[in-house]
């Protein structure tokens, strides 16, 4: 287990503090957008980045991995916690500490359990859809608030696109100026000079006219006061009933995590040749999902956008975070009034620019390239998020990573394998269709276990092998290749004992080779594979044995 800060030397400190300025710059402006996002105070998303970072920055196993609340836990905080409290209640943010507090406790039972291999079921596909459904939804949200249009941010899509539409009349001209020069810059500055901090830019030159024009008398909207002082511990006092409600939200918010933060550690370790650990990187997260619960934040993840920036600046260790965590305490100590000012269209340019991207866009073409079924799956995926929301859409997700499993799953290779006649080589090659591995011998290898989804399909696929072949010549023996049959199962083992029958009344002998050790116990205890049964080490060795009968 490493030792927190590892990677950190010398040579490298002060590359990284620097690194650690940039994240302060990057992170506060973006966590006071996602806290408005998810319905909650400005501090909500400014704790999140003093404790639960401290927290995480101590036990995860990445050295460069930033976590925070991002745009899809924001959305699905406000989406799943807005059917069941008024937003900006305090009911409200009592059940965001309680539904981070489910996270981490979530988090923490999938890291002793070593679950986190459920994950892999959020497929690339569904990420790109599910993501890019909230990301949509968000956009429109901060459409509204760059136009100083009053749309209800809790209400579903389709309330929003109508809201906003609606509202066009009393779309507010300054309102619109400061959000097209701030997106101006934004855009034109990352083109120009990607390591400065455009964002915190935007706010400090968004705030700065908006003081000196008194744009807000003018009808822009603006932050507000933001209370001083550091988070406070708590705990939130909610009946049974309102936690249990939570949980298929936080289940929700624990597993887009999970897919999305462990694929990115590991995609980084890799690029920088260090390694890490799945399981404590879980109880990283659970643990700064408790300390977010506790300090008065939201539910975090991990942020691939900050954590890509803090790439690109030369950071390998987890310093920033620290440094972020110190800056951002110093500005609620003693400059939280620098932020009333800020105009909230300058949020929303800053906000609708960071998750542009999470649309999608260009990996949807790339799925539509590749390979047009799973392009679908990730368009329904995205609809659903859209129209019926995040926690059905989380659910469609498993659904559809189901059905694309079982979809493949139902479809494996299965060859006839074809002798090359020559004594050393191996006999994998496929032969041709309606042909025979060696005279009256049919060897057959299946490139999946044998499960419930493709138990029919083999013995379909053995019968018509060995029917098609038998129009050219006779066939009395079938060698299956189990090398590739890692498992089965109940209803797959039934399916074999119909090709089984089917073979003693075409009196076709049967065989085996190339078995696993590790599967052998597995496949006696089903009856696949019976005493007096011939196993043989290779394919060859089985066309030998049995051209000699």
Same mark, same amino acid.
């Given at each position: 287990?490493?030792?927190?800060?590892?990677?950190?030397?010398?040579?490298?400190?002060?590359?990284?503090?620097?690194?650690?300025?940039?994240?302060? @710059?990057?992170?506060?402006?973006?966590?006071?957008?996602?806290?408005?996002?998810?319905?909650?105070?400005?501090?909500?998303?400014?704790?999140?980045?003093?404790?639960?970072?401290?927290?995480?920055?101590?036990?995860?196993?990445?050295?460069?991995?930033?976590?925070?609340?991002?745009?899809?836990?924001?959305?699905?905080?406000?989406?799943?916690?807005?059917?069941?409290?008024?937003?900006?209640?305090?009911?409200?943010?009592?059940?965001?500490?309680?539904?981070?507090?489910?996270?981490?406790?979530?988090?923490?039972?999938?890291?002793?359990?070593?679950?986190?291999?459920?994950?892999?079921?959020?497929?690339?596909?569904?990420?790109?859809?599910?993501?890019?459904?909230?990301?949509?939804?968000?956009?429109?949200?901060?459409?509204?608030?760059?136009?100083?249009?009053?749309?209800?941010?809790?209400?579903?899509?389709?309330?929003?696109?109508?809201?906003?539409?609606?509202?066009?009349?009393?779309?507010?001209?300054?309102?619109?100026?400061?959000?097209?020069?701030?997106?101006?810059?934004?855009?034109?500055?990352?083109?120009?000079?990607?390591?400065?901090?455009?964002?915190?830019?935007?706010?400090?030159?968004?705030?700065?006219?908006?003081?000196?024009?008194?744009?807000?008398?003018?009808?822009?909207?603006?932050?507000?006061?933001?209370?001083?002082?550091?988070?406070?511990?708590?705990?939130?006092?909610?009946?049974?009933?309102?936690?249990?409600?939570?949980?298929?939200? @936080?289940?929700?918010?624990?597993?887009?995590?999970?897919?999305?933060?462990?694929?990115?550690?590991?995609?980084?370790?890799?690029?920088?040749?260090?390694?890490?650990?799945? &399981?404590?990187?879980?109880? @990283?997260?659970?643990?700064?999902?408790?300390?977010?619960?506790?300090?008065?934040?939201?539910?975090?993840?991990?942020?691939?956008?900050?954590?890509?920036?803090?790439?690109?600046?030369?950071?390998?260790?987890?310093?920033?975070?620290?440094?972020?965590?110190?800056?951002?305490?110093?500005?609620?100590?003693?400059?939280?009034?620098?932020?009333?000012?800020?105009?909230?269209?300058?949020?929303?340019?800053?906000?609708?620019?960071?998750?542009?991207?999470?649309?999608?866009?260009?990996?949807?073409?790339?799925?539509?390239?590749?390979?047009?079924?799973?392009?679908?799956?990730?368009?329904?995926?995205?609809?659903?998020?859209?129209?019926?929301?995040?926690?059905?859409?989380?659910?469609?997700?498993?659904?559809?990573?189901?059905?694309?499993?079982?979809?493949?799953?139902?479809?494996?290779?299965?060859?006839?394998?074809?002798? &090359?006649?020559?004594?050393?080589?191996?006999?994998?090659?496929?032969?041709?269709?309606?042909?025979?591995?060696?005279?009256?011998?049919?060897?057959?290898?299946?490139?999946?276990?044998?499960?419930?989804?493709?138990? &029919?399909?083999?013995?379909? @696929?053995?019968?018509?092998?060995?029917?098609?072949?038998?129009?050219?010549?006779?066939?009395?023996?079938?060698?299956?290749?189990?090398?590739?049959?890692?498992?089965?199962?109940?209803?797959?083992?039934?399916?074999?004992?119909?090709?089984?029958?089917?073979?003693?009344?075409?009196?076709?002998?049967?065989?085996?080779?190339?078995?696993?050790?590790?599967?052998?116990?597995?496949?006696?205890?089903?009856?696949?594979?019976?005493?007096? &049964?011939?196993?043989?080490?290779?394919?060859?060795?089985?066309?030998?044995?049995?051209?000699?009968?």
């Amino acid at each position: 287990m490493e030792r927190p800060l590892a990677g950190l030397t010398r040579k490298n400190v002060a590359r990284e503090l620097l690194a650690g300025v940039t994240l302060v @710059a990057i992170a506060i402006p973006l966590n006071i957008g996602y806290a408005q996002i998810a319905g909650l105070p400005p501090t909500a998303g400014l704790y999140a980045l003093v404790l639960p970072t401290i927290v995480y920055a101590l036990v995860v196993s990445s050295r460069q991995l930033v976590a925070s609340p991002d745009a899809a836990a924001a959305a699905l905080v406000a989406s799943s916690i807005g059917g069941l409290a008024a937003a900006g209640s305090a009911d409200y943010a009592t059940m965001a500490l309680a539904q981070a507090i489910i996270c981490g406790i979530l988090f923490v039972l999938m890291s002793v359990f070593k679950l986190g291999f459920l994950a892999n079921f959020l497929s690339k596909p569904i990420l790109i859809g599910f993501v890019g459904g909230l990301a949509l939804d968000i956009l429109v949200s901060q459409v509204a608030k760059m136009l100083g249009i009053r749309i209800d941010s809790g209400g579903e899509f389709v309330e929003k696109m109508i809201g906003l539409v609606t509202g066009l009349g009393t779309l507010n001209v300054w309102s619109l100026l400061i959000s097209a020069g701030s997106i101006a810059i934004l855009l034109i500055g990352r083109r120009l000079l990607a390591v400065v901090p455009w964002a915190l830019i935007v706010m400090i030159v968004a705030t700065i006219v908006v003081v000196v024009t008194d744009a807000d008398g003018a009808g822009v909207a603006v932050l507000g006061e933001v209370p001083a002082g550091p988070p406070e511990l708590t705990w939130p006092m909610l009946s049974w009933t309102q936690w249990l409600a939570l949980v298929p939200s @936080a289940l929700a918010l624990t597993m887009v995590t999970v897919a999305e933060g462990l694929l990115v550690i590991r995609s980084y370790a890799e690029k920088r040749h260090y390694s890490t650990s799945p &399981d404590r990187d879980l109880l @990283a997260f659970g643990v700064g999902n408790i300390a977010a619960g506790a300090s008065g934040s939201f539910a975090m993840g991990s942020s691939t956008s900050r954590t890509a920036a803090m790439d690109q600046a030369g950071s390998r260790t987890q310093l920033p975070s620290f440094v972020l965590a110190g800056g951002t305490l110093l500005l609620l100590l003693f400059g939280t009034a620098l932020l009333a000012e800020i105009p909230s269209p300058a949020i929303g340019a800053i906000v609708g620019v960071a998750v542009l991207p999470l649309l999608g866009i260009r990996e949807f073409r790339e799925l539509w390239r590749l390979d047009r079924f799973e392009f679908w799956i990730g368009v329904v995926c995205f609809l659903a998020t859209l129209f019926i929301g995040a926690i059905p859409g989380i659910l469609v997700a498993f659904v559809l990573a189901l059905v694309n499993m079982a979809k493949r799953a139902a479809n494996p290779a299965i060859d006839v394998l074809a002798a &090359d006649g020559e004594p050393s080589g191996s006999l994998l090659a496929d032969a041709p269709a309606g042909s025979v591995t060696a005279p009256g011998i049919v060897v057959v290898r299946m490139a999946a276990p044998l499960f419930f989804a493709n138990g &029919d399909v083999f013995g379909t @696929a053995v019968k018509s092998a060995i029917t098609r072949a038998r129009v050219h010549e006779d066939v009395n023996h079938l060698v299956i290749d189990l090398e590739a049959v890692s498992d089965a199962d109940v209803t797959g083992a039934e399916s074999f004992e119909s090709l089984r029958d089917w073979l003693e009344r075409s009196d076709v002998s049967l065989g085996f080779s190339r078995l696993r050790a590790d599967a052998r116990p597995r496949l006696e205890r089903l009856g696949i594979i019976r005493d007096g &049964d011939t196993v043989y080490p290779t394919n060859r060795a089985a066309v030998a044995a049995l051209t000699t009968k």
